[in-house]
């Protein structure tokens, strides 16, 4: 049973299919290691246990890039389709325990462990229902939701990481400002260029 000194899990959202990279960015090198196991290392380095990768497309090589990390595994009924799909999958393998989830999109190379402990250490000492990164005016992951908001993730349908809920409840949320560079993305054969470079 989930109390408030649970831990802090996560949700890592790795079943897209790079259509605009051409090839499967989350295995592109970034600082020696594939794309998805630096940001799944983030979140492990940061505290978050359990860490549950949500795979679909390419999710067999996916998985082998994460070989010997604690990770567990879902997999997205329809990697293709909305966001939400994905989300739900990975909220629905978490343990009972677990007290709140962050969650991060795995090409958000730019995210570092310091952001998502600032998160959980802000769940720790609040009341929040959840706590939201903030890049210039746009609210994006890392994310943290409690366990009282997840059934309503699980009832929401569409793009981004729960962002009807994020806005439902943004008066009350812990708000934690980044550099809007932090946002940058690698969805593009430029934007991976511009991040080797």
Same mark, same amino acid.
């Given at each position: 049973?989930?109390?408030?000194?649970?831990?802090?899990?996560?949700?890592?959202?790795?079943?897209?299919?790079?259509?605009?990279?051409?090839?499967?960015? +989350?295995?592109?090198?970034?600082?020696?290691?594939?794309?998805?196991?630096?940001?799944?290392?983030?979140?492990?380095?940061?505290?978050?246990?359990?860490?549950?990768?949500?795979?679909?497309?390419?999710?067999?090589?996916?998985?082998?890039?994460?070989?010997?990390?604690?990770?567990?595994?879902?997999?997205?009924? @329809?990697?293709?389709?909305?966001?939400?799909?994905?989300?739900?999958?990975?909220?629905?393998? +978490?343990?009972?325990?677990?007290?709140?989830?962050?969650?991060?999109?795995?090409?958000?190379?730019?995210?570092?462990?310091?952001?998502?402990?600032?998160?959980?250490?802000?769940?720790?000492?609040?009341?929040?229902?959840?706590?939201?990164?903030?890049?210039? @005016?746009?609210?994006?992951?890392?994310?943290?939701?409690?366990?009282?908001?997840?059934?309503?993730? +699980?009832?929401?349908?569409?793009?981004?990481?729960?962002?009807?809920?994020?806005?439902?409840?943004?008066?009350?949320?812990?708000?934690?400002?980044?550099?809007?560079?932090? +946002?940058?993305?690698? @969805?593009?054969?430029?934007?991976?260029?511009?991040?080797?470079?």
């Amino acid at each position: 049973m989930a109390t408030e000194h649970g831990p802090v899990a996560a949700v890592l959202l790795a079943a897209g299919a790079s259509t605009r990279m051409g090839t499967n960015k +989350l295995l592109l090198d970034v600082a020696g290691v594939p794309m998805v196991r630096r940001t799944a290392e983030v979140l492990l380095a940061a505290g978050c246990d359990p860490l549950c990768v949500v795979t679909g497309h390419d999710g067999a090589r996916v998985r082998a890039a994460l070989d010997g990390l604690p990770c567990r595994f879902a997999e997205s009924p @329809d990697p293709t389709g909305p966001t939400s799909a994905s989300l739900h999958a990975g909220l629905r393998a +978490l343990p009972p325990e677990a007290r709140a989830t962050v969650v991060l999109l795995a090409d958000m190379v730019h995210v570092t462990p310091a952001m998502v402990r600032a998160l959980c250490d802000a769940d720790r000492a609040g009341t929040a229902p959840l706590q939201v990164s903030r890049y210039g @005016d746009v609210l994006a992951p890392p994310l943290l939701f409690r366990r009282a908001l997840w059934p309503e993730l +699980l009832a929401w349908h569409g793009e981004g990481c729960g962002k009807a809920v994020v806005r439902a409840h943004a008066a009350e949320a812990g708000m934690h400002d980044w550099p809007i560079a932090a +946002l940058q993305d690698i @969805d593009t054969p430029v934007d991976y260029a511009a991040l080797r470079g």
